[in-house]
Nanobody, 120 residues
Framework: QVQLVESGGGLVQVGGSLRLSCAAS????????MGWYRQAPGKQRELVAV???????NYADSVKGRFTISRDNAKNTVYLQMNSLKPEDTAVYYC??????????????WGQGTQVTVSS
């Protein structure tokens, strides 16, 4: 199995910054896509940003220009640098990874989530 361990969440004031990290470990042949999703109270989980192994990135419109996703493929780790945070960024942030466990066996995995709270 594969474990995703997130860190870096917390409480920050409007306009502040946080950096989330997510490290994957376990039975990993290779990792295709790694990304971040978030879920606010009473809302559905939504995509924040994703990064492919080839370096392509994609962002939700609401975070473009403020958030940056990056990866360290050697460490199987993905980061989310969040700047200019707004109250509407408050949510539980989940790491997601598309992992090849073998050369042909592909699975999606989720982290346990980390709370980000932006106070005004």
């Amino acid at each position: 199995q594969v474990q995703l361990v997130e860190s870096g969440g917390g409480l920050v004031q409007v306009g502040g910054s946080l950096r989330l990290s997510c490290a994957a470990s376990g039975s990993i042949f290779s990792i295709n896509v790694m990304g971040w999703y978030r879920q606010a109270p009473g809302k559905q989980r939504e995509l924040v940003a994703v990064s492919t192994s080839g370096g392509t990135t994609n962002y939700a419109d609401s975070v473009k220009g403020r958030f940056t996703i990056s990866r360290d493929n050697a460490k199987n780790t993905v980061y989310l640098q969040m700047n200019s945070l707004k109250p509407e960024d408050t949510a539980v942030y989940y790491c997601n990874a598309g992992v090849f466990i073998t050369s042909v066996l592909f699975r999606q995995f989720w982290g346990q989530g980390t709370q980000v709270t932006v106070s005004s």
